[in-house]
């Protein structure tokens, strides 16, 4: 008697993204809004909170302990020093591609045209204010280690993670034992991932569903042009950008690397968050697209707080949508000040909370449109951000690939398995 193949967990995954989607519709539908809004607050809300919490629960301790093992793993300082500068070039040069591709595609659909009747439901944006850039570079080194542990600040942990790698490597065999537990520990919270990967289906049911109920479908509707404008520029960036940057740069077959590495992009589209997909990025990389261990400990967390090519797509678009609403024609000169300025903002705001509207609102005021703009595509934005996610990790692991390639060090069997 043949036994029953189990479902696989990715399939678990699209399956609840799928109900997810068809349960938040139906109940826009036939549900009034204030019982979705219960159902929302007694079931789903803690059972999509629940799955976040689990991972973020892990985010900060393995990014700590992956990047450590990477780092002294690598042996070889220069190495480590040729890999960060190629990576943060190969971050830099996409997103510059991203927030250009995105104005020339705007200005080609034109969105906000005749869309002047849409100033009338403008209203008074306040944002956080972005800090200093420069301020940025140098808050990326920790004066307490714990402190920066505790409050989940990224950046910090990366340098402070980077420093302690590099102080093992070269301290040499006296080390070898402290690097072992951080090994083993290490190897712990990939189980735990595992463990809490098995809620996956239902979390991702839970936040779709709940995006959807909340949101209603015919939020798209008023601004559905500028929508399917930021969405064709995602979809240009995640297939084409990256896959002639894997082809080119990376000398591997990008099919390959989208049919093992969609799941991942499934979760960062439930999620929302980078942060929240380290862990199974970083997992897929190594055991499916044979990325080396020392250089994915380094991309991945590092990409996910400083890599944010999607939340540049969207500033692209956005800035040009506001000037074409309220009639206010750019110059060259503005347009490459708006490249450069969400470039350098996209990598300089990373630890900021509501990261893409405060580094719009700086885009916005370099350039001389109004804030009060951003008022103007804030409904669409939690649909769209699903989206920018999901485009921002691709970006992370296509890098890593890449890097792999570039030191010989891809396992181009396990890749074209």
Same mark, same amino acid.
């Given at each position: +008697?043949?036994?029953?193949?189990?479902?696989?967990?990715?399939?678990?995954?699209?399956?609840?993204?799928?109900? &997810?989607?068809?349960?938040?519709?139906?109940?826009?539908?036939?549900?009034?809004?204030?019982?979705?809004?219960?159902?929302?607050?007694?079931?789903?809300?803690?059972?999509?909170? $629940?799955?976040?919490?689990?991972?973020?629960?892990?985010?900060?301790?393995?990014?700590?302990?992956?990047?450590?093992?990477?780092?002294?793993?690598?042996?070889?300082?220069?190495?480590?020093?040729?890999?960060?500068?190629?990576?943060?070039?190969?971050?830099?040069?996409?997103?510059? @591609?991203?927030?250009?591709?995105?104005?020339?595609?705007?200005?080609?659909?034109?969105?906000?045209?005749?869309?002047?009747?849409?100033?009338?439901?403008?209203?008074?944006?306040?944002?956080?204010?972005?800090?200093?850039?420069?301020?940025?570079?140098?808050?990326?080194?920790?004066?307490?280690?714990?402190?920066?542990?505790?409050?989940?600040?990224?950046?910090?942990?990366?340098?402070?993670?980077?420093?302690? &790698?590099?102080? *093992?490597?070269?301290?040499?065999?006296?080390?070898?034992?402290?690097?072992?537990?951080?090994?083993?520990?290490?190897?712990?919270?990939?189980?735990?991932?595992?463990?809490?990967?098995?809620?996956?289906? $239902?979390?991702?049911?839970?936040?779709?569903?709940?995006?959807?109920?909340?949101?209603?479908?015919?939020?798209?509707?008023?601004?559905?042009?500028?929508?399917?404008?930021?969405?064709?520029?995602?979809?240009?960036?995640?297939?084409?950008?990256?896959?002639?940057?894997?082809?080119?740069?990376?000398?591997?077959?990008?099919?390959?690397?989208?049919?093992?590495?969609?799941?991942?992009?499934?979760?960062?589209?439930?999620?929302?968050?980078?942060?929240?997909? *380290?862990? +199974?990025?970083?997992?897929?990389?190594?055991k499916k697209l044979g990325t080396s261990q020392s250089i994915t400990s380094f991309t991945i967390p590092l990409g996910a707080t400083m890599n944010m090519d999607g939340t540049a797509?969207?500033?692209?678009?956005?800035?040009?949508?506001?000037?074409?609403?309220?009639? @206010?024609?750019?110059?060259?000169?503005?347009?490459?000040?708006?490249?450069?300025?969400?470039?350098?903002?996209?990598? &300089?705001?990373?630890?900021?909370?509501?990261?893409?509207?405060?580094?719009?609102?700086?885009?916005?005021?370099?350039? &001389?449109?109004?804030?009060?703009?951003?008022?103007?595509?804030?409904?669409?934005?939690?649909?769209?951000?699903?989206?920018?996610?999901?485009?921002?990790?691709?970006?992370?692991?296509?890098?890593?690939?890449? +890097?792999?390639?570039?030191?010989n060090e891809l396992d181009l069997d396990v890749y074209n398995s």
């Amino acid at each position: +008697m043949k036994q029953k193949k189990k479902m696989s967990l990715t399939i678990k995954v699209l399956l609840g993204l799928f109900l &997810g989607v068809g349960f938040g519709i139906l109940s826009n539908i036939v549900l009034e809004p204030q019982l979705n809004k219960e159902i929302v607050r007694w079931v789903l809300d803690p059972l999509g909170n $629940v799955f976040l919490r689990g991972i973020k629960m892990i985010v900060v301790p393995l990014v700590l302990c992956s990047l450590i093992c990477g780092t002294a793993s690598v042996g070889d300082i220069k190495k480590l020093g040729r890999v960060g500068i190629k990576t943060l070039l190969y971050y830099t040069f996409t997103t510059a @591609i991203a927030i250009t591709i995105a104005m020339v595609v705007t200005k080609v659909i034109s969105p906000g045209v005749g869309g002047q009747s849409l100033i009338a439901g403008a209203t008074e944006f306040k944002s956080s204010k972005a800090p200093f850039i420069m301020d940025v570079f140098v808050n990326m080194v920790p004066t307490n280690p714990i402190e920066s542990l505790v409050k989940g600040e990224m950046l910090q942990i990366i340098v402070f993670a980077i420093i302690f &790698g590099i102080s *093992i490597t070269l301290i040499g065999k006296k080390a070898k034992p402290l690097l072992d537990v951080v090994e083993q520990i290490n190897e712990v919270l990939l189980k735990i991932i595992g463990i809490v990967m098995l809620f996956a289906p $239902v979390g991702v049911f839970a936040l779709i569903s709940k995006v959807i109920m909340l949101q209603g479908v015919d939020v798209l509707t008023k601004l559905i042009k500028y929508a399917l404008t930021i969405i064709l520029v995602l979809a240009i960036q995640a297939v084409v950008v990256y896959g002639l940057a894997l082809k080119f740069l990376g000398k591997v077959n990008p099919v390959k690397f989208y049919k093992k590495f969609w799941p991942v992009m499934v979760l960062g589209f439930s999620t929302s968050s980078s942060n929240a997909s *380290i862990p +199974m990025n970083m997992e897929t990389c190594e055991k499916k697209l044979g990325t080396s261990q020392s250089i994915t400990s380094f991309t991945i967390p590092l990409g996910a707080t400083m890599n944010m090519d999607g939340t540049a797509i969207m500033q692209g678009v956005a800035t040009i949508f506001i000037s074409q609403v309220y009639g @206010i024609p750019l110059t060259f000169t503005q347009l490459l000040m708006v490249v450069l300025t969400a470039t350098l903002a996209s990598v &300089g705001t990373a630890g900021v909370p509501g990261v893409g509207l405060i580094t719009l609102s700086m885009v916005l005021q370099q350039v &001389g449109l109004p804030v009060e703009g951003i008022s103007l595509v804030l409904g669409v934005d939690r649909i769209l951000d699903m989206i920018r996610t999901a485009v921002n990790i691709t970006g992370d692991a296509s890098a890593t690939v890449i +890097m792999s390639k570039s030191e010989n060090e891809l396992d181009l069997d396990v890749y074209n398995s």
